[in-house]
């Protein structure tokens, strides 16, 4: 699933290509995704302008004329920018036409992603109980510390919780978890204050770093320009069981936590 970075990326990309350009009109080819796509979308769109483009989580928000468009990529999404037409592929969904020319594609082979217009979006269900994004001032040590007060819930089941925080998914709160020294399944609430001062750098830093290579190309994500992401090669736990840990040569261990796997090293995170 494309995470934080991803998405940040994809906005980063697109930003320059969409932003200030109009609307032409939006071909709606399968409406069937997570939710449905309201049929009145495409003619409530045209002739919008972009004003802005910009992200909460991992939701992009496209700041029109005629309303927020909220899109989320899925399990499997991915938006591009194409200069001209070109004859779209089977999971090729939606095209957003403008008349400056050009089009920006959303391809999504799991139809899990969604495209959502709403007038106020900070009040749209999806958005209104979102924690602090992770990279913002609001998310420190003190307010990591103060939600996980009392918590018997693991760590890092605490990190991926987007009411506590946006966007920590599961890549990332592996590697932040490592690179703190912290056990995933160790329960938030039984955490130290001053551990929590590395967790949040550590969180941070991640996060910063797979941003700067484009994010992480697992399976079939490619940014908004058409290109992987190659954080992947600076992964140190993630997918990694059985391959000895990169600071202390004992294997990588996998466990499954609330369903999702989770890897750490039994010697250097405690």
Not at 17 to 32: H, L, Q
Not at 53 to 81: N, P, Q, W
Not at 159 to 174: E, F, S
Not at 223 to 246: H, I, N, Q, T
Request: glycine share 10%.
């Amino acid at each position: 699933m494309p995470e934080l970075p991803e998405v940040e990326t994809t906005r980063r990309g697109l930003a320059p290509y969409v932003v200030g350009r109009s609307i032409a009109r939006v071909e709606v080819r399968e409406p069937r995704l997570r939710w449905p796509v309201a049929k009145t979308l495409p003619r409530t769109l045209a002739a919008a302008r972009i004003n802005s483009l910009e992200r909460r989580g991992k939701y992009l928000l496209f700041r029109t004329d005629a309303g927020t468009l909220l899109v989320h990529l899925g399990m499997s999404g991915s938006l591009r920018f194409l200069p001209s037409p070109a004859p779209p592929s089977t999971h090729d969904h939606i095209d957003v036409h403008f008349t400056e020319g050009g089009l920006l594609r959303f391809n999504d082979p799991r139809r899990f992603g969604s495209f959502v217009l709403t007038e106020k979006p900070e009040a749209h269900p999806l958005l209104k109980s979102l924690g602090p994004e992770p990279l913002g001032a609001e998310f420190d040590a003190d307010y990591l510390a103060a939600t996980s007060r009392k918590r018997r819930v693991a760590i890092k089941q605490h990190l991926m919780n987007a009411n506590v925080v946006v966007g920590i998914g599961n890549i990332y709160a592996n590697e932040a978890l490592f690179r703190a020294g912290i056990h995933p399944l160790r329960a938030a609430g039984r955490i130290a204050r001053a551990r929590f001062e590395p967790l949040v750098a550590a969180a941070r830093d991640v996060l910063r770093n797979a941003i700067d290579e484009g994010g992480t190309t697992l399976r079939n994500f490619v940014g908004g320009d058409g290109k992987p992401g190659y954080f992947r090669g600076s992964l140190r736990v993630y997918e990694r069981d059985g391959l000895p840990c990169v600071t202390c040569g004992t294997a990588i261990e996998r466990r499954v936590l609330g369903q999702r796997a989770t890897y750490y090293c039994r010697r250097c995170q405690r």
